[in-house]
């Protein structure tokens, strides 16, 4: 089993900035892709970046240019670093990770879900 960990959500004003951290831990050796997916009210859960173990991303067309995903050396933690933020980044936001080949795309199919963070954009 791995275990995922986030921290880093809060309220903040339109245009500004928030980083999410994620710490997975058990078998954190088998997983390839982690990341991030949110999930608004009466919304559906939506993929929001993701990274492999080799690096590559994939973004939501709506945070492209805002928000930047990475991974550290030890691939044990992600961030995700949220600049320009929007009342419509308001979301439930939820760590993922998966056990997917390393050739897949990151997150298309989630085996570990966090706890989730609330991120709230408002003036």
């Known amino acids: 089993q791995v275990q995922l960990v986030e921290s880093g959500g809060g309220s903040v004003q339109p245009g500004g900035s928030l980083r999410l951290s994620c710490v997975g831990s058990?078998?954190?050796?088998?997983?390839?892709?982690m990341g991030w997916y949110r999930q608004a009210p009466g919304k559906q859960r939506e993929l929001v970046a993701g990274i492999t173990s080799g690096a590559m991303t994939k973004y939501a067309d709506s945070v492209k240019g805002r928000f930047t995903i990475s991974r550290d050396n030890t691939k044990t933690t992600v961030y995700l670093q949220m600049n320009n933020l929007k009342p419509e980044d308001t979301a439930v936001y939820y760590c993922?990770?998966?056990?997917?080949?390393?050739?897949?795309?990151?997150?298309?199919?989630?085996?570990?879900w966090g706890q989730g963070t609330q991120v709230t954009v408002s003036s």
């Open positions: 993922a990770a998966d056990q997917q080949p390393a050739e897949s795309s990151p997150l298309s199919k989630v085996d570990f």
């Open positions: 058990g078998r954190i050796f088998s997983i390839n892709g």
